[in-house]
């Protein structure tokens, strides 16, 4: 799959990294990816992902832009208030680069749409900001046998993942806590450079997964500590008595 004159120069810093090269940018341009949550970290991973030329790139969101969003979510601007996200992300990520096809869905990701949204697409990065959602992409990507990048932030700290069978996401949250016992950003807070630095790490992560890039983080969590500038890789084991993943299952 040959480059044009215009992505030779669009990506030319890519180009010249050994690591990726033209295959690589070939790969990225061939590859689908669906980013849930375009909020403080689907914003800043699908500007990354779409500046890095994705060939397609499906926005999962119901919610509309408001003010408190514009502190993280630098996919908006003000005058987007009140615009549906999934459609002002579209029309911000389309001025970035033209060549990549946006596929806005205006929705809610659910038990009976999950399946559907996500089988047309290669990967998914899970950018929500909920425990229900994680699940179920989690265990929707796991039946589709799709790669899963998982990203979550919160005050000053974040975390990243990225599942391809086993473990998965159970193997290191068996279950959602019960509703309510876990604040949300809007009562906790989140500085959004935190927000920033962690959906900026899953579009990288996306982008070694495509083109096979360097060290897959599947099997491993990694933990940012902002206040004390403080990174942290764990071994992710595969549980056996996992309710999706375990052997019995």
């Not at 425990?131 to 179920?136: I, K, Q, V």
Request: aromatic share 6%; with cysteine.
């Amino acid at each position: 799959m040959s480059l044009s004159d215009e992505e030779l120069d669009r990506y030319a810093r890519h180009l010249v990294l050994r690591q990726l090269g033209g295959p690589g940018q070939a790969k990225i341009r061939a590859a689908s990816v669906l980013v849930v949550g375009a909020g403080g970290l689907g914003s800043p991973a699908g500007l990354y992902l779409a500046a890095a030329g994705v060939g397609r790139l499906g926005i999962v969101d119901d919610d509309t832009v408001s003010l408190s969003n514009l502190q993280r979510q630098i996919l908006f601007r003000t005058p987007d208030v009140g615009e549906a996200k999934s459609d002002a992300a579209a029309k911000t990520l389309a001025a970035l680069n033209p060549g990549v096809t946006l596929e806005p869905h205006k929705i809610r990701l659910t038990a009976d749409n999950a399946a559907s949204l996500i089988a047309p697409y290669d990967i998914v990065l899970d950018g929500s900001d909920n425990f229900e959602t994680r699940f179920l992409i989690n265990d929707t990507c796991f039946a589709l046998n799709k790669t899963l990048v998982f990203a979550a932030v919160t005050e000053f700290e974040g975390q990243l993942a990225t599942f391809k069978g086993r473990p998965c996401y159970r193997c290191l949250f068996p279950e959602p806590p019960p509703p309510g016992t876990v604040p949300g950003c809007s009562e906790t807070g989140v500085i959004g450079a935190a927000a920033g630095v962690m959906g900026s790490l899953a579009a990288l992560e996306v982008l070694k997964e495509i083109t096979g890039m360097g060290e897959s983080l599947a099997g491993k969590l990694l933990i940012y500590e902002a206040l004390s500038a403080r990174v942290r890789t764990l071994a992710l084991r595969p549980d056996p008595a996992c309710s999706l993943c375990g052997k019995g299952q």
